[in-house]
Protein backbone atom coordinates (compact mmCIF):
# COMPACT_ATOMS: atom_id res chain seq x y z
CA UNK A 1 0.00 0.00 0.00
CA UNK A 2 1.79 2.79 -0.86
CA UNK A 3 0.45 6.14 0.16
CA UNK A 4 -2.96 4.24 1.22
CA UNK A 5 -6.47 3.84 -0.13
CA UNK A 6 -9.87 5.29 -0.03
CA UNK A 7 -13.44 5.71 -0.76
CA UNK A 8 -14.73 9.26 -1.69
CA UNK A 9 -18.71 9.27 -1.79
CA UNK A 10 -20.67 12.07 -3.26
CA UNK A 11 -24.07 12.28 -4.76
CA UNK A 12 -25.50 13.72 -7.69
CA UNK A 13 -28.80 15.06 -9.20
CA UNK A 14 -29.65 12.05 -11.93
CA UNK A 15 -27.80 9.42 -13.59
CA UNK A 16 -26.99 12.04 -16.55
CA UNK A 17 -24.35 14.04 -14.35
CA UNK A 18 -23.58 10.67 -11.78
CA UNK A 19 -22.35 9.28 -15.69
CA UNK A 20 -20.33 12.32 -16.92
CA UNK A 21 -18.27 12.55 -12.95
CA UNK A 22 -17.62 8.84 -13.43
CA UNK A 23 -16.28 8.98 -17.41
CA UNK A 24 -14.16 12.14 -16.43
CA UNK A 25 -12.74 10.11 -13.15
CA UNK A 26 -12.03 7.25 -15.06
CA UNK A 27 -10.96 8.90 -18.21
CA UNK A 28 -8.10 10.91 -15.79
CA UNK A 29 -7.22 7.64 -14.25
CA UNK A 30 -8.57 9.13 -10.52
CA UNK A 31 -10.13 6.23 -9.93
CA UNK A 32 -10.17 2.64 -9.96
CA UNK A 33 -13.60 1.80 -9.71
CA UNK A 34 -17.14 3.56 -9.02
CA UNK A 35 -20.71 2.71 -7.92
CA UNK A 36 -23.28 4.39 -8.46
CA UNK A 37 -26.76 3.74 -7.34
CA UNK A 38 -30.00 5.51 -6.45
CA UNK A 39 -31.32 6.86 -3.24
CA UNK A 40 -33.37 9.09 -0.90
CA UNK A 41 -31.76 11.66 0.66
CA UNK A 42 -33.68 13.63 3.43
CA UNK A 43 -32.06 16.88 4.74
CA UNK A 44 -32.12 20.36 5.53
CA UNK A 45 -30.55 23.43 3.15
CA UNK A 46 -30.36 26.68 3.06
CA UNK A 47 -33.46 26.82 5.94
CA UNK A 48 -35.57 24.19 3.58
CA UNK A 49 -36.39 20.83 4.66
CA UNK A 50 -35.47 18.78 1.16
CA UNK A 51 -36.55 15.40 0.35
CA UNK A 52 -35.14 14.25 -2.86
CA UNK A 53 -33.62 10.99 -5.05
CA UNK A 54 -30.19 10.83 -5.84
CA UNK A 55 -27.41 9.25 -7.70
CA UNK A 56 -24.71 8.00 -4.65
CA UNK A 57 -21.28 7.47 -6.34
CA UNK A 58 -18.66 5.67 -4.09
CA UNK A 59 -15.01 6.17 -5.88
CA UNK A 60 -12.42 4.20 -4.91
CA UNK A 61 -9.01 5.27 -5.23
CA UNK A 62 -5.78 6.64 -3.60
CA UNK A 63 -5.56 8.42 -0.70
CA UNK A 64 -2.81 11.09 -2.56
CA UNK A 65 -5.44 11.65 -5.36
CA UNK A 66 -8.15 13.54 -3.33
CA UNK A 67 -7.52 16.67 -4.27
CA UNK A 68 -7.40 16.06 -7.62
CA UNK A 69 -10.86 13.98 -7.22
CA UNK A 70 -12.37 16.76 -5.25
CA UNK A 71 -11.12 19.78 -7.67
CA UNK A 72 -12.40 17.53 -10.63
CA UNK A 73 -15.72 16.77 -9.16
CA UNK A 74 -16.83 20.48 -7.66
CA UNK A 75 -15.61 21.37 -11.19
CA UNK A 76 -18.22 19.45 -13.00
CA UNK A 77 -20.80 19.14 -10.23
CA UNK A 78 -24.46 21.28 -10.31
CA UNK A 79 -24.86 21.48 -6.81
CA UNK A 80 -23.62 24.31 -4.76
CA UNK A 81 -21.99 22.50 -2.63
CA UNK A 82 -21.78 18.73 -3.35
CA UNK A 83 -21.38 16.25 -0.55
CA UNK A 84 -17.74 15.03 -0.79
CA UNK A 85 -16.47 12.76 2.16
CA UNK A 86 -13.82 10.03 2.75
CA UNK A 87 -13.64 7.19 4.59
CA UNK A 88 -10.25 5.76 4.58
CA UNK A 89 -9.47 1.67 3.38
CA UNK A 90 -7.70 0.22 6.40
CA UNK A 91 -7.34 -2.82 4.60
CA UNK A 92 -8.45 -5.12 1.65
CA UNK A 93 -7.71 -7.90 -0.76
CA UNK A 94 -4.08 -7.03 -1.38
CA UNK A 95 -5.17 -8.18 -4.98
CA UNK A 96 -7.80 -5.34 -5.14
CA UNK A 97 -5.20 -2.91 -3.36
CA UNK A 98 -2.64 -3.65 -5.98
CA UNK A 99 -5.30 -3.23 -9.22
CA UNK A 100 -6.13 0.00 -7.50
CA UNK A 101 -2.63 0.88 -7.69
CA UNK A 102 -2.87 -0.31 -11.56
CA UNK A 103 -5.91 1.51 -12.60
CA UNK A 104 -4.93 4.97 -11.39
CA UNK A 105 -2.26 7.52 -11.28
Request: with cysteine.
Amino acid sequence: MEDGYIIIMTTSRDYREADYITKILLEEKLAACIHSSTEYSHYYYNDKLHHDEEIRLMIKTKKHLYEEVERTIKGLHSYELPEIIVIPIESGSKEYLHWIDFITK
